[in-house]
């Protein structure tokens, strides 16, 4: 804080008139005062500087954060995606480090924004791997940065990775649908695959197959990864088909399926849950005021982006540790989307 005048008179209970003369090094104050103002003005110079020092040592340098969008239907305005970078942020300042964003578009050339980053000065990298594939991460290794994957992770690809808990909140949808007496147990897929949507699919059939319901009837439906995309081709789906076997539930890979899905569905006549239920991943904000609220998986987006920075800052310190793929848990939010079917049997 910058030493005032009026500060420094207080300080030697003299006139800030005198202070001025002092400094200013006009006569009418005696040599005394003069040095007394002077001293004093030099130990708060000497403190500022210091601090300065101090505060300079604890700043660690760069992170970088990079989002990459291979075609965006996947990472778009959903709040998830900015909510992972705001939490990203905190932690980096906590650590002492500063984090810049630098945005992967769809349609770039890549080696030109790899080139671009090659020119930032950051001690390491999180890349939101959403959308990422192994052959994007080949171009990104060339910078040779410390990287943490965030949101997603790499088969057979030796490199830290924060990720959801894709698979088991799959296969906790199953179990949950099983316990309420579902046996048919549909799936809505995205049009476009990222490597989170392989793990989903690998959940739900590994809880078809522990539940011994493989030889039930499953359909798999495949809609776009947008809510109004998802409401158009399951509208087209229903009205061109008269004999498409519905199961009694539907395990969405996305809210946005599931809510699309069932708009669909009430515009055709079908009641939910009474006709057939759903369950969705994200917990999105319209999952909870959707026309029934829907049961889904909520994400866990606030520990996602701070244990992606701390791995990286552990990475930089520890560069010859072993590779880790952390999991966040989910939550399993039960709403009224899905119907009890064991009341009706009577189990």
Known sequence: MRLRNKDIAKELSISTTAVSLALNNKP????????????????????????????QDQQKGSLLFSVHKRHGEVINDKP?????????????????????LANYLPGQDIQQYIDY?????????????????????QVYQKL???????????????????????????????DYAY??????????????????FGHHQDGYWKGLREHGLLEHHHPVLTLPCSIEGAYHKMKDLLAASDTLQL?????????????????????????IPDDISFIGYDDVPASSI??????????????????????????????????TTTQV????????SVKNLKKREGE
């Open 80 to 100: 998830f995606f900015s909510d992972l970078v705001a939490t990203a942020q905190q932690e980096a300042m906590r650590s002492g480090y500063t984090l810049l």
């Open 144 to 174: 040779n940065l410390p990287i943490v994957l965030l949101d997603a992770s790499i088969d057979l690809v030796n490199i830290d990775s924060v990720e959801l808990d894709n698979q088991m909140a799959m296969y906790r949808a199953v």
């Open 247 to 271: 199961p009694t539930l539907f395990i969405a890979e996305l809210d946005y399926l599931a809510l699309g899905a069932m708009q669909a569905f009430r515009e055709a006549g079908y009641h």
């Open 28 to 55: 009418g104050v005696s040599d005394e005062t003069r040095q007394k103002v002077l001293e004093m003005v030099r130990r708060s110079a000497e403190k500022t500087f210091n601090t300065y020092e101090h505060k």
């Open 179 to 196: 316990h309420m007496g579902h046996r048919n147990i549909g799936y809505l897929q995205g049009e476009t695959f990222i490597q989170n």
């Open 329 to 336: 848990a989910s939550e399993f939010i039960v709403r009224q």
């Open 290 to 323: 959707s026309q029934p609220p829907l049961t889904t998986n909520r994400v866990n987006k606030m520990d996602s982006g701070r244990l992606a920075v701390e791995r990286l800052i552990r990475r930089i310190e520890q560069p010859a540790e072993g590779f």
């Open 117 to 137: 980053l090659n020119t930032l000065p950051v001690r390491g990298m999180i890349i939101m791997a959403t959308e990422l594939l192994a052959e994007d991460l």
